[in-house]
DNA sequence: TAGATTGTTAATCGATTAACAATC
DNA sequence: TAGATTGTTAATCGATTAACAATC
């Protein structure tokens, strides 16, 4: 199995979101120029990114949706469903116990884990939540390799730690914390944090631009005022 | 103000919070050797990202935390808050509402609009919800510049518009929906899709390496068996 | 056939890493 | 002073874009 590169992983999921709008209008075939005009992604880009998934086109028609659609939820793995512990039930980890778009997308969320006794043993959108202390036990016993980080800050570390000891293989961080693990275990963050900051920054410089522009434009208009006198 | 890269934007916040945690135990200094060691991010890197914030360091020394902490922070525009409205005030959207992370990341949600009528009105952790109708008057009158998206995925792209028509000028997209907006219009993606795809594809690859691995050493061990036949 | 498309190979660009001079 | 560190310049690496041949 060759190692896609990350850049392309990321845009897969933007091209299959179209692809499936497609397939739901009835289109039979895509082309990759399309593709490109949709996501602002290079048309050439593109064209590697459906390579590496290893499907192939037909010349001067493009892609069948179908077998794009197929070639991409294979690349990653999102037709056969993984199971997922998900720790840390507060705000934003029962929002996504609920989260119903992750079924499509492979990943089966089938616990919660909750340190707050008042949270276990109920269920959160049809999820059962279980008790912190049991996590171990039935981590092992279900063979589920995928743990969804939903605690506060203070705890990632520490409960990172027990989901490896656990026999969770990947961890999926939404926490701000930088998990320090074991080399083999696989670690991806959502990170908001990186986000916002993109966010932040892009808009300061806009501001700034734009009170540029506005000076310039003043400026202009005086010249142009002298100009008139 | 220069443009600074959008990778480097993304790892600022890394560097933060291990600043942070250094400043909370009473560390005066840090060098950027240190940092290196804990993101794993390359030494060099590191170096380059905090030039890039404008502070300068101390040869042999290191960097005053405290410095360090400023710079980046008025780098990310983290230290005045600016105002944003949130949209759709379902799991997801009121699980944002109430997160007081944001408020030390210059991000103040002043209020949330939903098009459901029995959620407008209520008040979801001191955050008031406002009926939708009333977005374009309140953005306008208020002069919010930062929308966040959490809306169902078909009503993304319309209520985008609407953000845009009202005056905001950078949205802070936590649905799966690429959205087509004018050019000028800052688009920040949380994208749980993409990171997902990343997980499932490298836990993919790791189960063949390891099965491999697996298949070799009971070559190796058949090897051996024979070997001692 | 001509035009549109695929898919590959070469060129460019940007980000990362290596090497090294400067300094408290 | 010697060692550790900063910060810069050069080299490498990987990702993106450009050019082009192949084809239905």
Redesign the pocket.
């Known amino acids: 199995m060759i190692s896609i590169?990350?850049?392309?992983l990321k845009r897969l999921p933007q091209y299959l979101e179209l692809l499936y709008g497609f397939e739901h209008e009835g289109q039979d075939t895509?082309?990759?120029?399309?593709l490109a005009e949709l996501t602002g992604?290079?048309?050439?880009?593109v064209?590697?990114d459906?390579?590496l998934t290893g499907?192939?086109?037909?010349?001067?028609?493009?892609?069948k949706v179908r077998d794009l659609i197929e070639s991409i939820e294979s690349c990653l793995n999102w037709k056969d469903h993984s199971s997922a512990f998900l720790v840390g039930v507060g705000r934003l980890g029962s929002s996504l116990l609920g989260y119903s778009e992750f079924k499509r997308k492979g990943l089966n969320i089938v616990a919660g884990f909750d340190t707050d006794p008042s949270v276990a043993g109920s269920l959160v959108d049809g999820v059962i939540v279980h008790p912190m202390d049991k996590f171990a036990n039935l981590c092992r016993r279900m063979k589920v390799h995928i743990g969804i980080l939903t605690v506060p800050a203070d705890q990632a570390q520490a409960t990172a730690e027990l989901m490896v000891e656990s026999g969770i293989l990947a961890i999926w961080n939404f926490t701000p914390t930088l998990l320090q693990l074991d080399e083999g275990i696989i670690v991806e963050d959502v990170d908001m944090s990186a986000s916002l900051a993109v966010l932040s920054r892009r808009l300061s410089e806009k501001y700034e631009q734009d009170s540029q522009q506005d000076n310039k434009s003043k400026n202009k208009k005086n010249t142009i005022d002298q100009e008139k006198q």
């Open positions: 590169p990350v850049l392309t895509i082309s990759a120029t399309r992604v290079h048309m050439t880009q064209r590697k459906i390579a499907v192939v086109g037909i010349p001067k028609v493009g892609h």
